[in-house]
């Protein structure tokens, strides 16, 4: 199936360094969500984006809708150890009861101490 | 957040047995459940909607003879792999959307590990 250009694949950053991320779509979605996963469990919602243009934040990390639709960020704030993870983006084209999401091959984030 | 409980977290099997996994919505109502399948480095591949009180629609590819699945009330959905065999083993993920604020985040639950062995 479809899948989001999500860049970049890895990051490897030092602890209080700041982060940014994005995913990229050929096509329109009607709400952009970002997920963290931590080895062993399900991915946990960090930010849901729903217009274009809307820019959220939730403590250090801040996402945008692109204007486009095709688009988003997330960027993330002086870095702690507890961010390692991967972040995935997906976008919903929700319509009805069709809530299917299309994710990002995710970005691997390493932070040293 | 809403929370999505999965059941068991891990579960070993012999190959040619079937295996059974719950997910719950806990504290909302979900019509419609996902389960995702995932290996290791990779991101999630979606295997089949859940629909409650209809049959579940799978994804290209996805044998729905193997990997049954019901949904039998608002709050449950189950996933039963048959006759398991080793390149069953993988980790098993449902989602459901929360629509109570009328925006449907999808909520995932915690993940089931199933090894065959």
């Known amino acids: 199936g479809q899948q989001l250009n999500q860049s970049p694949q890895s990051m490897f950053i030092q602890e209080g360094e700041d982060v940014s991320m994005n995913c990229t779509s050929s096509?329109?979605?009607?709400?952009w969500l970002w997920y963290k996963q931590e080895p062993g469990e399900g991915p946990v919602l960090l930010i849901a984006?729903?217009?274009?243009?809307e820019l959220t934040s939730n403590g250090r990390l801040t996402a945008q809708f692109g204007i486009t639709r095709k688009d988003s960020f997330l960027n993330i704030s002086a870095s702690i150890p507890s961010d390692v993870g991967i972040y995935f983006c997906?976008?919903?084209?929700?319509?009805?009861?069709?809530?299917?999401?299309?994710f990002g091959k995710g970005t691997l984030l390493t932070v040293n101490p | 957040g809403a929370v999505v409980s999965q059941h068991p977290s891990w579960v070993i099997c012999k190959s040619g047995t079937s295996v059974k996994i719950e997910c719950r919505s806990l504290?909302?109502?979900?019509?419609?459940m996902f389960w995702y399948r995932q290996f290791p480095k990779q991101s999630l591949m979606l295997m089949a909607t859940?629909?409650?009180?209809?049959?579940?629609?799978?994804e290209q590819g996805v044998e729905k003879d193997k990997f049954l699945i019901n949904h039998a009330s608002l709050t449950l959905s189950t996933l039963t792999v048959t006759s398991a065999h080793p390149e069953d083993s993988s980790f098993y993920i449902c989602?459901?959307?929360?629509?109570?604020?009328?925006?449907?985040?999808?909520?995932f639950g915690p993940g089931t590990r199933l090894t065959v062995t």
């Open positions: 989602s459901a959307p929360d629509g109570g604020g009328g925006t449907y985040e999808q909520y």
């Open positions: 096509s329109i979605f009607n709400t």
């Open positions: 984006l729903y217009k274009a243009g």
């Open positions: 997906a976008g919903q084209r929700s319509g009805g009861s069709n809530y299917k999401l299309t």
């Open positions: 504290d909302f109502q979900a019509t419609t």
């Open positions: 859940s629909n409650e009180g209809s049959k579940a629609t799978y």
